[in-house]
């Protein structure tokens, strides 16, 4: 089914260890984002990407990478995990332009200890 | 203050009951979307709109542009409607359509 796919699901990590994670896009959409849901917030974006080998920074980038190597691919990384990244995060892909929707990913719930 | 703000925090509804969500907003957008979450699930887009009314099957959603307002109505609800419902804007001059997010309305529905 066309649509947005993150892998993993989830994910265990300690503090200090690296990771990433992949969101995959089959729609060809230019726009790509990363955000982060936590308890009693909205979404908060992390980084994004208006197309392929370009990435910006979001509301809350600190602490994580990201790579646009591949149109259909976007990469958030975490080089050196803190509790505080404990978090779900959701992938998200749409086109540009007004009228146009989102389609999100079934997100990862990560739990850093 | 939040710029975009979602009432009731949580709602208990009976099978049955017709049920609204509120969303208002602080800042001049080009559009609004209406989204919902399972629990532990992803995101699902209900409803993007910039003006007027739009419906899809019991879900209704409306927009007043002016009052920086919209509202998102469920006719007959069922406990499968059971779900979190996320209000966001897109602002006015988010060229890369940037949304900005409410903290969502938990809805419960009883049989």
């Known amino acids: 089914n066309a649509g947005v796919t993150q892998t993993p699901k989830f994910r265990v990590l300690k503090t200090g260890q690296s990771m990433t994670l992949l969101c995959a896009q089959d729609?060809?959409?230019?726009?790509m984002y990363w955000y982060r849901q936590d308890p009693g917030m909205g979404l908060r974006l992390i980084h994004y990407?208006?197309?392929?080998?370009?990435?910006a920074k979001g509301e809350v980038p600190d602490g994580y990478n990201v790579s646009r190597l591949k149109k259909q691919n976007f990469l958030l990384g975490l080089e050196s995990a803190a509790p505080s990244q404990t978090s779900v995060y959701f992938c998200a892909s749409s086109r540009p332009g007004q009228g146009l929707g989102y389609t999100f990913g079934s997100g990862t719930r990560l739990t850093v200890v | 203050k939040n710029e975009v703000e979602q009432s009731p925090q949580n709602l208990t509804a009976q099978e049955g009951e017709f049920i609204t969500i509120n969303c208002s907003y602080s800042v001049g957008i080009s559009a609004l979307h209406w989204l919902q979450q399972h629990p532990g699930g992803g995101i699902v887009s209900l409803f993007m709109?910039?003006?007027g009314k739009k419906k899809h099957g019991r879900l209704i959603a409306t927009i007043n542009i002016q009052e920086k307002h919209s509202s998102l109505h469920i006719t007959a609800s069922h406990p499968r409607d059971s779900a979190v419902y996320i209000c966001?804007?897109?602002?006015?001059?988010?060229?890369?359509?940037?949304?900005?997010f409410g903290t969502g309305t938990l809805l419960a529905v009883q049989p």
């Open positions: 729609m060809n959409h230019e726009y």
């Open positions: 709109l910039s003006s």
């Open positions: 966001a804007v897109r602002w006015y001059g988010g060229a890369t359509n940037k949304l900005i």
């Open positions: 990407s208006v197309g392929e080998g370009t990435t």
